[in-house]
C-alpha cells in the first residue's frame, strides 16, 4: 500500500524539479537573445532529450514558448513577454527601493535620498532620514548634478552621446569652496566614478555635508536613478563616510537585480 504522506512528500520536490528545468530553459531561451533548435537547447542546457521535450511542452502548452514551424526552433512565448512588459509597466522605483533604503539608513545611522535626473539637475523622490537637518532635501526638491555625489552617479553612466549633451548643460556654479567649476575636471571625476562604482562628495554643495551614492541599473542596463548616504562633517567626515561603501555598492546591486538588472 502506498503510504499518502510519503507521496506528499515527494510531490513538492517533483513540483520543484519542473519549475527549476522551465526556468532553466526560460534564461537559455533569453540569453541566447535568437530562436534556438532543439538540438541548440538540449546541448546547452544538459538535459537529456526526453527530459528536454517534456519541459518545452509544457512551457508550449502554458505560452511560455512558441515553436516556429517552419524555421524548427523555439523562443520565448507570449505569456512570459506579456509578464514581463506588465511587471515592467507597474515597476515603481520609489516602492522597489525602499524597503532597501530604509535598511541602508539603519545600518549606517545616517540619512538617506533617492533621486533621478531631471535635465541638468538632481530631482529627489524620496529621504530617509536619521536626525533632523534644516538644509536635508525632501520629495520634490531639486540640485545641480555637478557637486552632488548623486548627481555624478547619476551622470557617470550615462551612454557617451547623452552625457556630453547633459554635460554641456551644466552651469558649473561654485557652491562651496571645494566645488567642481569646470567641465574638465567635473569628467575626469564621471570617469573614476565608472571605475569604482559609486560617487562621492566632499562639503561641494554644503560645507556641513559629504556623502556617497551609487546608481540604480535596469534590465536594459539602463540608469533608473541614484540613491546616496550623506553625514554631517561634524558627525562624520568623509573618510568614516568612505565606509560604507561596501553597503552602499552591495543596496545598489539588490535594488538593481529588482530592476532586472544582471551585471554582464
Known sequence: MTNPDRKAQRTPSNQSSVVSKCTRLLDILADAGKPLSFAEIVARSGFVKSSAHRIIAIMLTEGLAEYD????????????????????????????????????????????ELAVRDGERVLYLRTFNSYPVRLAAKAGDHAPLHCTAIGKALTAFLPEHEQAGVVEGIEFRPFTEYSCTDR?????????VRKQGYAVCDREEFLQVCGIAAPIFD????????????????????????????????????????LGYQDL
Not at 98 to 112: F, K
Request: proline share 2%.
Open 69 to 112: 514551424d517552419r524555421a524548427k526552433t523555439y523562443w520565448i512565448g507570449p505569456k512570459l513577454m506579456s509578464w514581463a512588459m506588465r511587471a515592467w509597466r507597474s515597476t515603481d522605483l520609489q516602492s522597489v527601493a525602499a524597503d532597501e533604503l530604509e535598511r541602508l539608513r539603519e545600518a549606517t545611522g545616517h540619512n538617506v
Open 219 to 258: 534590465f536594459e542596463q539602463s540608469v533608473q536613478g541614484a540613491f546616496c548616504v550623506w553625514a554631517l562633517t561634524d558627525r562624520a567626515g568623509m573618510d568614516f563616510v568612505r565606509g560604507f561603501v561596501p553597503l552602499v555598492l552591495d543596496t545598489a546591486q539588490r535594488i538593481s537585480a529588482r
Open 184 to 192: 574638465t575636471s567635473f569628467e575626469e571625476e564621471l570617469d573614476q
